[in-house]
T-cell receptor, first 110, second 114 residues
Framework: SQTIHQWPATLVQPVGSPLSLECTVEGTSNPNLYWYRQAAGRGLQLLFY??????ISSEVPQNLSASRPQDRQFILSSKKLLLSDSGFYLC?????????FGPGTRLTVL | AQSVSQHNHHVILSEAASLELGCNYSYGGTVNLFWYVQYPGQHLQLLLKYFSGDPLVKGIKGFEAEFIKSKFSFNLRKPSVQWSDTAEYFC????????????FGSGTRLSIRP
């Protein structure tokens, strides 16, 4: 069966520091991969998605970037964090339409 | 651009009450529709989905949803809620022109009084 991992589970970082969040999927190949940010009362905002290695689509202009160095690995990064980057970040995968979500990373920028 | 609206941000009910959570989407073409649920401290998980066929779909834990194309709606229902239904519920839509993307609503927090 397929599983999706995210780490770290929680992260506290100072403003201006770099960020790297990792997501990996097991039990499937060539999945579509997604990064979402979940804010209270605002639902899930799609940040990036990828349909293959090295292929990244950005949904909103922001301080973040994404990369897919391997088929089942998706990384969310920032060179310099802003206070507004605080939130709950979810990774998801799909093979068709239905998406399956990871446990998420709670990021607090101080 | 496509969007999904969930009308209720926070719903509070007593156990055994009936539930209906509203969801409307804006897109005139063919869509796939979903309800996801996030229980406290757990992953976001699929509650039910509509792709085609019978517009009344049944999901896990006694939930159902009805797709009404003329109203662009996909409301979630449950005849008798339980305390364990306390969670956040998200409506979502996928449009055929963007097969890889799902657009989520802002979510409805459901609190059940025991």
């Amino acid at each position: 069966s397929q599983t999706i991992h995210q780490w770290p589970a929680t992260l506290v970082q100072p403003v201006g520091s770099p960020l790297s969040l990792e997501c990996t999927v097991e039990g499937t190949s060539n999945p579509n991969l997604y990064w979402y940010r979940q804010a209270a009362g605002r639902g899930l905002q799609l940040l990036f998605y990828s349909v293959g290695i090295g292929q990244i689509s950005s949904e909103v202009p922001q301080n973040l970037s994404a990369s897919r160095p391997q088929d089942r690995q998706f990384i969310l990064s920032s060179k310099k964090l802003l206070l507004s980057d605080s939130g709950f970040y979810l990774c998801a995968w799909s093979k068709a339409v239905e998406q399956f979500f990871g446990p998420g990373t709670r990021l607090t920028v101080l | 651009a496509q969007s999904v609206s969930q009308h209720n941000h926070h719903v509070i009910l007593s156990e055994a009450a009936s539930l209906e959570l509203g969801c409307n989407y804006s897109y005139g073409g063919t869509v796939n529709l979903f309800w996801y649920v996030q229980y406290p401290g757990q992953h976001l998980q699929l509650l039910l989905k509509y792709f085609s066929g019978d517009p009344l779909v049944k999901g896990i834990k006694g939930f159902e949803a009805e797709f009404i194309k003329s109203k662009f709606s996909f409301n979630l229902r449950k005849p008798s809620v339980q305390w364990s239904d306390t969670a956040e519920y998200f409506c979502a839509v996928n449009v055929y022109s963007s097969a890889s993307k799902i657009i989520f609503g802002s979510g409805t927090r459901l609190s059940i009084r025991p």
